[in-house]
């Protein structure tokens, strides 16, 4: 396709148990960024990687929190012992090589851990 | 701490009028800016990008930036029933920071 592509849509899971998401960007694009919105929030920053540039882990919110990219595409973000405010739809969006960061969102994963 | 402030609303304006979103930002190195619209339950879809001062159009939407007051606006012109959704204002250099939005509702 040719947006960028989260999976899965919804995801429901018990407390403890650990979380990965899935970010397939568009392609082309080199950045990519994982995004949190709490239900009537704001999106909060989570991680940013740029090509081969060491990531930008700065908003992780605690040591739960990790995320890769293989092969500078697509990207797994994963929760570890997750807790029932890590619920919340996680966004993903990916933009070209340039400074100018228009940044484009995939449709997100709804995660509701219960 | 890079914040992005905008007011929350509702912002409520009827329909054919001009809407004004305004947003403030607190990291003076930013060097991108943008405007996105998010309806209830879907992800935010980019409307409106600018990155130098003065003013940029495309169509109905004005973005206005202003470097040095740290300050970016989105005009809406003949607004729309359609166009009631959430607005969020961003900006950055390389990740971007988001505001929390605000709420617009156009009235038939």
């Known amino acids: 396709g040719a947006g960028v592509s989260q999976s899965p849509s919804n995801k429901v899971t018990e407390k403890g148990k650990d979380v990965e998401l899935r970010c397939d960007p568009i392609s082309g694009h080199t950045a990519l960024y994982w995004y949190r919105q709490s239900l009537g929030q704001g999106l909060e920053f989570l991680i940013y990687?740029?090509?081969?540039?060491?990531?930008?882990k700065s908003g992780l919110p605690s040591d739960r929190f990790s995320a890769e990219r293989t092969g500078g595409s697509v990207s797994t973000l994963t929760i570890q012992r997750t807790q029932q405010e890590d619920s919340a739809v996680y966004l993903c969006?990916?933009?070209?090589?340039?400074?100018?960061?228009?940044?484009?969102f995939g449709q997100g994963t709804r995660l509701t851990v219960v | 701490q890079k914040e992005v402030e905008q007011n929350s609303g509702p912002l409520s304006v009827p329909e054919g009028a001009i809407a004004s979103l305004n947003c403030t930002y607190s990291d003076r190195g930013s060097q991108s800016f943008f405007w996105y619209r998010q309806y209830s339950g879907k992800s935010p879809e980019l409307i409106m990008s600018?990155?130098?001062?003065g003013d940029k159009e495309d169509g109905r939407f004005t973005a206005q930036l202003n470097k040095a007051s740290q300050y970016v606006s989105l005009l809406i012109r003949d607004s729309q029933p359609s166009d009631s959704a959430t607005y969020l204002c961003a900006a950055g250099r390389r990740a971007l920071t988001f505001g929390s939005g605000t709420r617009l509702q156009v009235q038939p």
């Open positions: 969006a990916s933009s070209p090589e340039d400074k100018r960061t228009e940044a484009f």
């Open positions: 990687f740029q090509g081969n540039s060491a990531p930008d």
């Open positions: 600018i990155y130098s001062n």
